[in-house]
């Protein structure tokens, strides 16, 4: 059996992990609901061995299975080292018995050699799980980033296998996707719309602005009914896995990730077609928090965030909220 220390990568995800914890013991309520705990669902983090390159470019991988006590009977590569609060939760084993190099590699955007690599359709122990290929630059172990990380991904797998979503239809990358000019424009207003809305210091100019964000949707699906189709199950998913992010970094007080101005607008179809709607979608689910009506159900049953800021907005049309 192989054996290695713990790295300062495997010791900064630890930590992360730890922060997690003591985060959701204090403010699951807050952040989804108490039946969503990342911090108890089964994840395995596997980093590539810090010894040298094996033949055929094939790495030994040491995992860290979090939350699952049913491969407790797999032999330790290492003693752990770790905060009592999470040593009753966390084995180490030596992956190469229950998963392989390919299996964690084959998820994600295979052209893209340093995505974040996650699956959420692996079985370990007879149990679902998250794996996460943790020393991929992308996903910043050393920073806070990893941690929100962990969270969004963690959130998909509640989504699917705990509370069994019903999921509209979203973005299909095998659906040739075409860029118009006047399509990026609108989309460009729309976000704006969409953050100022957000983040307006009033609900009432909040909701202004989100009528206004409406409007040019509606002109720009008008257009493309093709993406008033695909949009809503992207902002139903992701949207709400980017709001439970924002949430979890209110709650622990690393709030200043909130105001971060939103992602950078490109012509790429990734974009366009899907990675907009994390935003789009978590901040319609903050101005539905706001409002203060029993959204997070609707979510689960197959609504999306935005098509519930509409039917809000009907019933919230009043003179006093047209505010400029």
Known sequence: MHREPLTALDRCAFRQLLEIQETFDHGALRIWSPQFRPDRLPMVLVRRSTETERAAGRYELTSFAVNLPAVADCAPTVELELP??????????????????????????????????????????????VVLLIDSPSLCVRTSEFARF????????????????????????????????????????????????????????????????????????????DLARLEPGNEQI???????????????????????????ETLSIDHLQFGRHYRTGARACELLERLEIPWRQRLREGADPVGLLSEALMGARTPELAVV
């Open 150 to 225: 962990i969270v969004h991904e963690a959130f998909h797998l509640h989504q699917l296998f705990v509370e069994g979503w019903r999921v509209p239809m979203g973005y299909d990358p095998n659906v040739p996707f075409r860029i118009d000019p006047t399509d990026v424009e609108l989309a460009g207003e729309e976000t704006r719309f969409i953050e100022a809305a957000a983040t307006a210091p009033s609900l009432a100019d909040g909701l202004f602005l989100a009528e206004r964000f409406l409007e040019v949707r509606a002109r720009r699906h008008a257009r493309r009914p």
């Open 238 to 264: 992701e949207g709400s896995a980017r709001f439970v992010e924002n949430q979890y970094s209110f709650v622990n007080g690393r709030e200043r990730r909130l105001s971060q101005p939103s992602e950078r």
């Open 84 to 129: 009592i609060a999470l040593r009753s939760t966390v084995q180490l084993f030596d992956a190469s018995a229950i998963l392989s190099l390919d299996d964690v590699l084959e998820s994600g955007h295979p052209e893209a050699d340093d995505e974040g690599r996650v699956r959420l359709d692996l079985e370990i122990a007879g149990q679902d799980c």
